[in-house]
């Protein structure tokens, strides 16, 4: 069975692993058709943030989707994807990382989920947690892992 959908999921770890994440989606995608579903994931924090960042009007409503679109990592794999012809959506979620992915990969029905992360030992992952052990263990479907520095 060919794949159909790609969950791509980024957040505000992801900056320096752009490459490594695009290579990889690119290198499944391009040659399978699938397309590429590219998830930005916000805490509360970072979202606030970027929302002042981009001078949107607090008031007003602010369309998550939108404001993933305009984060600097979300538009250099944007920029890989049209380099490599790879179709694609952008969505934002803001919220638990591990938890705001598996539910995106279900309501997007993915048939693989690609996640970055770092090496870290098991004391930094029993005290700080793992949002890609988390989406490992719970995601619909395979997950790639894509390791950084």
């Not at 290579?23 to 397309?35: E, F, I, L």
């Not at 970027?50 to 404001?67: F, H, K, M, R």
């Not at 490599?84 to 938890?99: C, L, M």
């Amino acid at each position: 069975m060919a794949l159909q959908t790609i969950l791509l999921a980024v957040g505000p770890g992801d900056a320096d692993r752009t490459e490594e994440l695009s290579r990889a989606v690119v290198d499944v995608a391009a040659p399978s058709g699938a397309q590429v579903v590219l998830a930005h994931v916000f805490t509360d924090e970072e979202f606030d943030g970027v929302v002042s960042q981009l001078d949107y009007d607090p008031a007003g409503d602010i369309d998550t989707d939108e404001v993933a679109s305009r984060h600097a990592t979300v538009r250099e794999l944007t920029n890989a994807f049209d380099e490599a012809g790879v179709e694609y959506t952008v969505r934002g979620r803001v919220g638990d990382h591990g938890e705001s992915i598996v539910d995106l990969a279900n309501e997007v029905n993915a048939d693989r989920v690609v996640v970055g992360g770092r090496k870290r030992s098991p004391t930094g992952k029993a005290v700080f947690g793992s949002t890609a052990q988390e989406v490992m263990l719970s995601a619909p479907c395979p997950v790639t892992f894509v390791r950084g520095d």
